[in-house]
């Protein structure tokens, strides 16, 4: 049964994936938005809510490292393994403006969240904890960057228009927002099912809880960010691609983990430095292999994904 279950979700995810960036793409156009700001919000924000989902909960019940490091976890894993196999099925267009202003955000971001946690080098206290206050000052990166998105928005409109007027009429906006809103649920249940299944199967097969947690279960909440983004890439719609994953990981550290610790404290385990700093690498080198050449070719694919690979042999080896 179970297998019969994973299919399903796997259905699910597929199908929902082909309907969300399909829905979403639409009323980009409809409302002379850019793609790209789309995936940055609608299509981030959405495709992020499984890792929102599991680290609300787990700050509820008291499970902080559940919370930071999914969402550390989650942001490594968008980018290399998802970056990496969606520039290998189509290279990823890198816009400017990503290139200027959201992936140095997504720096920014990680930045402020190493500062928040290191409590005992910066401010000499026994315990590393990401704070109430930490928490609000996460939200209010995170407002500011909402900000951002809706001025890009209200200035580009225009240009976007013009660009528009050779892309033939989209169907109904009501229909297009079903089938976003639809898509959606399907990539969150496939996703879920999926997950649940998988785990089953695993430890049928003997696998430790640990390394279900590591692998399948960490890899099972980034499945809509990864399978949106190559099913954006397939629609040769790159801009959503990228922008799924940059906006998804500005999401995660500054939304999810600003209101997870608003609703509880997070002690900080002194492990989670060393996947933060990788974190802050591997955004650097994102931002490097965007600037050859505006976009992110099938070379740095691969090296995107054999870096997931050497970081998944770490994290097996160290726990």
């Given at each position: ?259 997870a610790s608003v609703v509880s404290p997070l002690a900080v385990d002194s492990k989670i430095f060393i996947d933060v700093l990788l974190m802050m690498i591997i955004t650097v080198v994102l931002l490097v292999f965007s600037r050859t050449g505006f976009r ?24």
């Amino acid at each position: 049964m179970s297998y019969i279950l994973l299919l399903v979700g796997l259905a699910l995810l597929i199908k929902g994936a082909d309907y969300f960036v399909e829905g979403a793409s639409s009323i980009a156009r409809s409302l002379n938005v850019s793609p790209l700001l789309i995936g940055l919000t609608i299509v981030a924000f959405g495709t992020s809510s499984p890792e929102a989902t599991v680290s609300i909960i787990a700050a509820l019940e008291g499970n902080a490292g559940v919370a930071l490091g999914n969402v550390v976890g989650s942001n490594i894993f968008n980018i290399t393994l998802v970056v990496g196999i969606t520039a290998l099925l189509n290279p990823l267009k890198v816009e400017s403006e990503t290139i200027r202003k959201e992936i140095p955000y997504t720096l920014l971001a990680s930045t402020v969240l190493l500062v928040l946690i290191s409590d005992i080098t910066l401010q000499s206290l026994n315990a590393n904890f990401i704070t109430r206050s930490d928490g609000f000052i996460l939200l209010l990166f995170f407002a500011i960057f909402l900000y951002y998105i809706f001025e890009v928005a209200r200035h580009s409109r225009d240009k976007v228009k013009e660009e528009n007027e050779d892309f033939p009429k989209s169907s109904s906006k009501v229909k297009n927002i079903l089938f976003t809103i639809g898509g959606l649920a399907a990539i969150i249940f496939g996703g879920d099912i999926v997950v649940d299944n998988a785990t089953t199967i695993a430890f049928s097969f003997g696998m430790s809880e640990t390394l279900v947690g590591l692998t399948i279960v960490a890899i099972g909440t980034s499945l809509p960010e990864l399978i949106t983004s190559i099913t954006a890439a397939i629609k040769k719609e790159s801009e959503i691609a990228l922008g799924n994953i940059v906006g998804s990981n500005i999401f995660n550290i500054l939304f999810v983990l600003g209101a997870a610790s608003v609703v509880s404290p997070l002690a900080v385990d002194s492990k989670i430095f060393i996947d933060v700093l990788l974190m802050m690498i591997i955004t650097v080198v994102l931002l490097v292999f965007s600037r050859t050449g505006f976009r992110i070719g099938k070379r740095e694919g691969v090296f995107l994904i054999i870096s997931y690979v050497v970081y998944m042999t770490y994290i097996l080896m160290r726990n």
